[in-house]
């Protein structure tokens, strides 16, 4: 199951640094790929508003 971007995104760009398989990309918000994301969580330890919550 992939990680999905929630809206509370702030576009701060922790969470594309920390993806090991570079599923995330920017736009208005950050977006997770879920055919790439491994859900590992990485993205979600280092979100400083919790965006990224399983989906």
């Known amino acids: ?3 999905k971007i929630t809206d ?4 701060c ?3 594309q640094a920390e993806c ?3 599923a995330i ?7 997770i790929d879920p055919d790439t994301c491994i ?7 280092v979100c400083p ?3 990224p919550q399983p989906a």
């Open 1 to 3: 199951m992939a990680y």
């Open 8 to 11: 509370d995104c702030i576009a």
């Open 13 to 15: 760009g922790a969470c």
């Open 20 to 22: 090991p398989v570079d």
């Open 25 to 31: 990309s920017e736009g208005d918000i950050y977006v």
């Open 39 to 45: 859900d590992c969580g990485a993205c979600a330890n």
């Open 49 to 51: 508003v919790d965006a």
